[in-house]
């Protein structure tokens, strides 16, 4: 079955280091993949996605290229903000499947001043 | 704020009661999903209900339950319960039965000692 394997955490840096989470996939057809980010006390939130092989995601300064030839999505950041700080969990939805997205186990990111 | 609402924010139980998880969905959208989030298990699916059928079954136990009303919102019965049971539970919701993008509430938090 599909499957999602990310970098365990939890991951600390530095305010203004630089961010990558690991992710790669397992999946029998052509998924769409995901990145969302869950803060402390709230759910999850959609951060960014890809549909296709080379697209690049993008939103509030993250990045992530859905790489085929890898099944890999890994998450970056240039500069990290101590506001960063939250789970992220990498995720695939199949589109000739049920749709339901599913989720790696998440990465704990702790940016310190 | 997502706009999808779940209560209580916090249970706390004893092994064998029975208890009720409840989740009201986006103004608007139709389908609605739980999820279980655990340590060692992380994100796991556990059902989804569409216009107040059920459309997908993941990795339910026996000893729970699900409906979605006609006014939309949802109830996860927890029946049985062991201490295994405890975790953090989380609604979802999106407008259509395959939409790729969801929506979390911030979940309930479920203790059974």
């Known amino acids: 079955g599909d499957s999602v394997t990310q970098m365990e955490g939890p991951v600390t840096l530095s305010e203004e280091a630089f961010l990558t989470i690991n992710c790669t996939y397992t999946a029998t057809g052509y998924p769409s993949l995901f990145w969302y980010v869950q803060y402390p006390g709230e759910g999850l939130q959609l951060l960014l996605k890809a549909t296709k092989a080379d697209d690049k995601g993008s939103n509030k300064g993250f990045e992530a290229t859905y790489r085929k030839e890898t099944t890999s999505f890994h998450l970056e950041k240039g500069s990290v903000q101590v506001s960063d700080s939250a789970v992220y969990f990498c995720?695939?939805?199949?589109?000739?499947?049920?749709?339901?997205?599913?989720f790696g186990r998440g990465t704990s990111l702790i940016v310190h001043p | 704020d997502s706009g999808v609402t779940q209560t209580p924010k916090h249970l706390i139980t004893a092994t064998g009661q029975r208890v009720t998880l409840r989740c009201s969905p986006r103004s608007g959208d139709l389908s609605v999903y739980w999820y279980q989030q655990s340590l060692d298990q992380g994100l796991q699916f556990l059902i989804q209900?569409?216009?107040?059928?059920?459309?997908a079954k993941g990795n339910i136990l026996e000893r729970f339950s699900a409906q979605q009303f006609p006014d939309l919102h949802s109830e996860l019965n927890l029946s049985s319960l062991e201490l295994g049971d405890s975790a953090l539970y989380f609604c979802?919701?999106?407008?259509?039965?395959?939409?790729?993008?969801?929506?979390f509430g911030s979940g309930t938090q479920l203790s059974v000692l």
């Open positions: 995720a695939l939805s199949e589109s000739g499947g049920s749709y339901i997205p599913t």
């Open positions: 979802a919701s999106s407008v259509g039965p395959r939409d790729e993008k969801l929506f």
């Open positions: 209900y569409y216009n107040g059928e059920e459309r």
